[in-house]
């Protein structure tokens, strides 16, 4: 009798361990994940309050010994040049990527929708063929689309890169979309029909407000891609007072000796609005991207 | 409130027809079940009535006016969803006010309208609820208060209650009644289950296959079932069916089955069969119209219990007869074993005829 208890235990025991085993390989993997993300993003941010001397010291200083805020005062005074081109470029940024995510909201929503909601000839072809373009790498498209954009006369505007990150972007914003509407019960529209609304109104009434955390994925997607974006932006553009950041920062910080203070301050500028974005909207994101992934 | 009337409805997906030229009138205030086996057309039907699919062809009038071409939200109508259609997003009382706000009513009038209804139904402690809060129950009185709030000319009605569990179906089958007699709305409701339509219904419009079966009232339509489909959709359990041949020798018409037994006829049945001499008649007997004796009885046919089946107030016996299988209900107190032997006599006035090619009803001559 008292072994079998005992067994038991001991076979209890051993369970035990290795689920904690398991979970302990989980943690330590985080850790490890978090470390890896999050160290880059910490020198990053050491290194923009050092001053120039400081940056290049050997063994490097963990944490500086004269902290300064010289790299960002420099950047953020529209009286000095480089403070100019760097508002420049981060005003250029915002535009392109506030138009991109505007217009892919517009055209995503519509397309959603009606993916999800009618049957038209050509609808499952071209459902697919909006897939397409995902099947190749980005770079592919640059000497296609360069030749395009010199054909229509959009090189070195603003417009040629609205354009190729809305064909970039929108493939999944509207298969995210169309996803959502898909699980939004249609009677729902039916009865706000019935209910005195015109099929127009049921839409802007009853479903967009039910899609809203599918557009705000879609939005932040779409912002991010086009914020980050470097390789067109580089090939498209040639004007220095139209650079964008990812371009401008590069071609600004290199030409003479670096400065890599100045190079850090801007680069985590640039990620501030990202992770803003991000840090306010992520439970929209996370539950755009889990969404019908179980029935309710 | 109007009437509705359906003029040769037809509905087809490509090839496919969905409703077949059905034909209907709904009367003022009348409650009207459209029932059948799923993808008969019924849903379909109620869908073309409201306009969220455009029909083929044919014609629906509500009131006076034809509404082939008019949107949903122009045909003054309301409906209530098998699935509530709630606003996921709105207030139990936005909910209610939808309807108002979208035929922009004033603010105030709105505000009484909705507290009124919330009083009707019993849910005033409600309004600032969101519909995921409520039970099924209170989702169901929200979805029929939205539909009431406005005093629409016809209530269409989806399964409204087969969302709810058994024992709160039976309540709100009383009080979606109770709701119409006090409110005499005109009322299309759709349903499977043929006990709602027979409990609820001023006349139910059988379908199946797209067709429209039978209209009458439920007892017409369970005393005198138009075809054998009807016989045997409406009733619980099922109408028996049993295929004989009508066959006449001496003037006398008499059912002859393939096991060598015969059954003799009343002289309204007699007539009845004499239509279908010689070719195959099917005889439909509801298990109460049935006698169940354990000896042999003249007029009784002998048959073999299959299976029993006590249910405390009655006791359903099934019988192996002529390959089909009968229903017969007998008083608990009568025992029956499976393989006994048993003989059944039939009630020749409450029993039904059919042809058994075309499967309508046999009508005397």
Redesign the interface.
């Known amino acids: 009798m008292s072994t079998i208890a005992e067994t038991s235990r001991r076979g209890q025991a051993h369970r035990r361990m290795r689920i904690d085993g398991w979970r302990w390989g989980g943690r330590i993997f985080l850790v490890f994940m978090l470390l890896y993300t999050a160290l880059p993003m910490a020198w990053m941010l050491i290194t923009s309050i050092k001053s120039g001397f400081a940056a290049m010291q050997f063994p490097p200083q963990w944490w500086p010994d004269q902290p300064t805020l010289a790299s960002y005062q420099k950047l953020l005074d529209p009286q000095n040049s480089v403070g100019q081109d760097f508002l420049r470029f981060f005003w250029n940024s915002l535009y392109v990527s506030a138009a991109t995510t505007v217009l892919s909201v517009i055209v995503a929503v519509p397309a959603a929708y009606a993916f999800s909601r009618f049957t038209f000839p050509g609808r499952n072809f071209l459902f697919f063929t909006v897939l397409l373009r995902n099947m190749f790498p980005a770079v592919i498209f640059l000497v296609p689309l360069f030749i395009l954009m010199r054909a229509i006369g959009l090189v070195n505007t603003h417009g040629s890169l609205v354009l190729t990150y809305l064909t970039f972007g929108l493939p999944l914003a509207i298969w995210l979309l169309k996803g959502f509407y898909d699980n939004i019960p249609v009677q729902l529209e039916q009865a706000a029909r019935i209910d005195g609304a015109t099929r127009f109104q049921a839409f802007i009434l009853i479903v967009m407000p039910l899609s809203t955390p599918g557009i705000i994925a879609t939005a932040i997607y779409s912002f991010i891609g086009a914020w980050n974006e470097y390789i067109y932006a580089y090939t498209f553009l040639s004007k220095n007072e139209q650079l964008t950041l990812p371009v401008g920062i590069q071609r600004f910080f290199s030409e003479n000796t670096t400065d890599f203070p100045g190079l850090m301050a801007a680069s985590f500028m640039m990620s501030v609005p990202v992770v803003v974005l991000f840090l306010v909207l992520q439970r929209y994101f996370v539950r755009a991207l889990t969404e019908g992934a179980v029935k309710h | 409130m109007a009437h509705v009337v359906l003029k040769d409805l037809v509905k087809t997906y490509g090839s496919f027809k969905a409703v077949n030229e059905v034909s209907l009138t709904v009367n003022d205030g009348e409650f009207v079940a459209l029932v059948g086996p799923s993808g008969c057309g019924k849903t379909t039907t109620l869908n073309l009535i ?1 306009g ?1 699919i455009p029909i083929t062809s044919g014609d629906i009038v509500i009131g006076d006016q034809v509404v082939n071409d008019l ?3 122009d ?1 003054d ?3 209530v ?3 509530y ?1 709630l ?3 709105k207030s139990v009382y936005m909910n209610l006010a ?2 108002l706000q ?2 922009r009513l004033p603010k105030a009038e709105i505000d009484k309208k909705v507290r009124e209804a919330a009083r009707v139904l019993d849910m005033t402690q409600l309004l600032e609820r969101k519909p995921r809060e409520l039970s099924g129950g209170q989702q169901q009185r929200v979805a029929l208060g ?1 539909a009431l709030v ?1 005093d629409p000319a016809v209530f269409l009605m989806d399964e409204p209650l087969s969302n709810l569990d058994a024992k709160l179906r039976v309540q709100m089958r009383s009080e979606i009644k109770r709701f119409h007699q006090d409110l005499k709305a005109t009322i299309v409701y759709v349903t499977h289950d043929q006990l709602e339509a027979v409990t609820m219904a001023d006349r139910m419009a059988v379908m199946n296959g797209g067709y429209l079966q039978q209209y009458d009232s439920p007892a017409q339509v369970f005393a005198h079932p138009a075809n054998m489909f009807v016989a045997s959709f409406v009733g619980s359990p099922a109408m028996s069916l049993i295929p004989l041949e009508a066959s006449t020798a001496n003037g006398d018409t008499v059912l002859k089955s393939a096991e060598g037994w015969s059954l003799g006829l009343s002289q309204l049945n007699a007539r009845k069969a004499q239509r279908a001499t010689g070719r195959k008649v099917v005889l439909g007997a509801r298990h109460s119209t049935i006698k169940l004796h354990k000896s042999a009885v003249p007029g009784a046919i002998p048959a073999k219990a299959y299976t029993v089946e006590p249910t405390g107030d009655v006791t359903f016996v099934q019988a192996l007869l002529s390959g089909a299988i009968v229903n017969i209900s007998v008083s608990p107190n009568i025992a029956v074993k499976p393989d006994e032997q048993i003989w059944l006599e039939f009630d020749q006035e409450r029993m039904h005829l059919f042809d058994g090619e075309t499967e309508m009803a046999l009508e005397a001559a």
């Open positions: 409201a969220l949107d949903p939200k045909r109508i309301a409906m969803f098998q699935n259609a606003y996921p997003q939808f309807p979208m035929r939205r406005r």
